[in-house]
């Protein structure tokens, strides 16, 4: 089992059409944001300018969670309204336009991964998954089998258990919990 940690404080912006994004990670290592060939990405992005329309990604699942707002969107010219930490679930392809500002949390995943699922949650997680993602969205202590980890805000740790270990994660606050098996 590997426990990877990326503090939001050593995240660096890069810019797309509405604001700025951030990459936490993607996976597998080798694999870009612009060829496309990742099996997820996870990130967080300011939506700055009013409408914006996010980037489509062909063969990608996606979920979104608003940070800080709620989010009113049009979906493929629906129209949406989502609270703050309220979690939307799109399929990357989809025409979406943005009318409101804020930061967001964003996890993309290709459409050939089949079990997936995030949840907010502040329960303990007994789980086997072979990626387990735990994104903080306050001040957080998380342990993980015993093992304490102390996360600031917007904070993600990532746990790639290729062997489907048990793992036993215990929450002291709120945070966005994802897994994910190949």
């Known amino acids: 089992m590997n426990i990877r940690f990326f503090p939001k404080k050593n995240v660096t912006a ?31 992005a300011t939506i700055d300018a009013v409408p914006s329309e996010f980037t489509k990604f062909k063969g990608y699942h996606r979920y979104l969670v608003m940070l800080d707002n ?19 679930e799109f399929n990357s392809d989809d025409e979406v336009t943005s009318y409101t500002k804020g930061i967001d ?15 907010i949650t502040n329960r303990n997680q007994n789980c086997n998954a072979q990626i387990v993602i735990v994104f903080s969205l306050h001040s ?7 093992k304490r980890y102390s ?10 258990n290729q062997e489907k270990e048990n793992i ?15």
């Open 151 to 160: 996360l600031e805000p917007y904070d993600l740790l990532v746990i790639e």
């Open 70 to 88: 709620s989010l009113d969107v049009e979906v493929n010219k629906e129209k949406k309204l989502y609270e703050k930490y309220e979690i939307m």
């Open 14 to 44: 890069s810019i797309w059409s509405g604001g700025s994004t951030y990459e936490y990670t993607i996976y597998p290592k080798t694999a870009s944001y612009t060829d496309r060939d990742f099996v997820f990405r996870i990130s967080s």
């Open 168 to 182: 036993i994660l215990d929450f002291s606050n709120e945070c966005l919990f994802g897994i994910l098996d190949f």
């Open 140 to 146: 957080t202590v998380i342990t993980i089998n015993e």
């Open 105 to 119: 949390f964003n996890w993309m995943i290709s459409e050939k991964i089949s079990h997936h699922k995030l949840e």
